[in-house]
T-cell receptor, first 114, second 114 residues
Framework: KAGVTQTPRYLIKTRGQQVTLSCSPISGHRSVSWYQQTPGQGLQFLFEYFSETQRNKGNFPGRFSGRQFSNSRSEMNVSTLELGDSALYLC?????????????FGPGTRLTVL | AQSVTQPDIHITVSEGASLELRCNYSYGATPYLFWYVQSPGQGLQLLLKYFSGDTLVQGIKGFEAEFKRSQSSFNLRKPSVHWSDAAEYFCAVGALFSNYQLIWGAGTKLIIKP
């Protein structure tokens, strides 16, 4: 089975722009979770989608949004980028709800905001 | 607030020596417990997990972890480390209080001395 894929792998944007990141889960997995990883804050949970519905949401501003499609692929959008949004964004998929099941992680998208 | 603590930010171990990475959580009931490893520039890989049953859990790459309810701990161990074990290790907890959203420790960076 193919693993979790994330595109693009690297992205450079400037402040004020918006960005969309994509995640394709393992075939058959219905849950997709997104995380932000930075050296200072560690792994921070953004949100989880299960069968196209947002199940959990972390403590991030409304500039961060996501969605999940019927084929379980997920996208994450960040609008009005700030310098502090520079981070590694990780996507993870699982069969059942994340946190109660094993999550499989993609390689991440490295976002740099200039 | 519920939390996961990995008290050691860095640990340096000689190749061939034994390893123990500590993880403590604050939560009244037994949660789901995970250890993940992240190599530089990579996503996270599951080492092992505890849901219920035998409190000594075997994982991949020769790792094991022991759940101790009385100490609210889930420490990771390996009898003999290899240079390839150099990475960052994360403990995570999923429980009903967080709607099974994973709560992550800050991570422990393992450095191997030749």
């Amino acid at each position: 089975k193919a693993g979790v894929t994330q595109t693009p792998r690297y992205l450079i944007k400037t402040r004020g722009q918006q960005v969309t990141l994509s995640c394709s889960p393992i075939s058959g997995h219905r849950s997709v979770s997104w995380y932000q990883q930075t050296p200072g804050q560690g792994l921070q949970f953004l949100f989880e989608y299960f069968s196209e519905t947002q199940r959990n949401k972390g403590n991030f501003p409304g500039r961060f949004s996501g969605r999940q499609f019927s084929n379980s692929r997920s996208e994450m959008n960040v609008s009005t980028l700030e310098l502090g949004d520079s981070a590694l964004y990780l996507c993870a998929s699982s069969l059942g709800q994340g946190g109660a099941d094993t999550q499989y992680f993609g390689p991440g998208t490295r976002l740099t905001v200039l | 607030a519920q939390s996961v603590t990995q008290p050691d930010i860095h640990i340096t171990v000689s190749e061939g020596a034994s390893l123990e990475l500590r993880c403590n959580y604050s939560y009244g009931a037994t949660p789901y417990l995970f250890w993940y490893v992240q190599s530089p520039g990579q996503g996270l890989q599951l080492l092992l997990k505890y849901f219920s049953g035998d409190t000594l859990v075997q994982g991949i790459k020769g790792f094991e972890a022991e759940f101790k309810r009385s100490q609210s701990s889930f420490n990771l161990r390996k009898p003999s480390v290899h240079w390839s074990d150099a990475a960052e290790y994360f403990c995570a907890v999923g429980a009903l209080f967080s709607n099974y959203q994973l709560i992550w420790g800050a991570g422990t960076k393992l450095i191997i001395k030749p």
